[in-house]
């Protein structure tokens, strides 16, 4: 499943990980207000238009979601567009998988993506977000369960994950042959 609305989001580069670098406050700061934002509305449930949504499980950070968002925000930025397909022609799809957020491994895989440019703070393209029925639906949508988001040149991108692993019965049912995973694309 691939949801994609149009708006925008800002950068950030969170450094955590092998390099054992700690995240700036700056960097924890931006995750933060974001998260408490998005996840304060899913908690609580929304209107998107005039769909109510109703609560939803909070959202997750993912550092791998940032660097796709991030590398996606960089390079509208850079060459001068606002879309949801790369100049090179990659999808949201490519560039999750190509950052490193795949299947492999998960009974289910789920990604979206929210765009917008020219939004000064995180708040104003939160609440843009919110007031926009596609955006909001990603926002609101129980099959996401992490994000990433980055703002680069006012250029905002946020990237949705959802992946649900094999029980560890499922998981010895497909090491004996007895379950088989048989894999299709889903385009909307």
Same mark, same amino acid.
């Given at each position: 499943?691939?949801?994609i ?17 700690k995240?700036t ?12 934002r998005?996840? #304060?509305?899913?908690q ?6 005039t769909?109510y949504?109703?609560?939803v ?9 940032t660097?796709?968002a991030?590398? *996606?925000?960089?390079?509208?930025? @850079?060459r001068?567009?606002f879309? *949801?397909?790369?100049? =090179? ?6 560039r999750i @998988? ?7 491994g998960?009974?289910s ?9 020219? %939004? ?8 843009g977000?919110?007031k926009?029925?596609? *955006?909001? #639906?990603?926002?609101? =949508?129980?099959?996401f @369960?992490?994000?990433?988001?980055a703002?680069?040149? #006012?250029y905002?991108? %946020?990237?949705?994950?959802g992946?649900?692993?094999f ?7 497909? #090491?004996s ?10 385009k =909307?």
């Open positions: 499943m691939v949801k609305g149009l708006l925008c989001s800002t950068a950030l580069l969170v450094l955590t990980g092998a390099s054992g670098i995240p406050t700056v960097n924890e700061i931006f995750k933060n207000e974001f998260l408490n998005i996840n #304060k509305v899913r609580q449930g929304c209107k998107c238009g769909v949504m109703p609560p499980g909070p959202l997750v950070w993912n550092d791998v979601l660097d796709a991030e590398g *996606h925000a960089k390079d509208m930025s @850079k001068s567009y879309s *949801h397909t790369g100049k =090179n022609g990659s999808s949201i799809e490519d @998988k190509t950052a490193g957020y795949t299947y492999n998960y009974k895989f789920a990604i979206g993506e929210n765009i917008a440019f020219g %939004q000064e703070t995180i708040a104003e393209v939160s609440n977000w919110f926009s029925v596609g *955006h909001c #639906k990603n926002l609101m =949508n129980a099959d @369960k992490e994000i990433g988001i703002e680069y040149n #006012k905002w991108v %946020q990237d949705f994950g992946r649900e692993a029980t560890v019965r499922e998981k010895e049912l497909i #090491k042959g007895r379950l088989i995973i048989r894999r299709s694309a889903v =909307n």
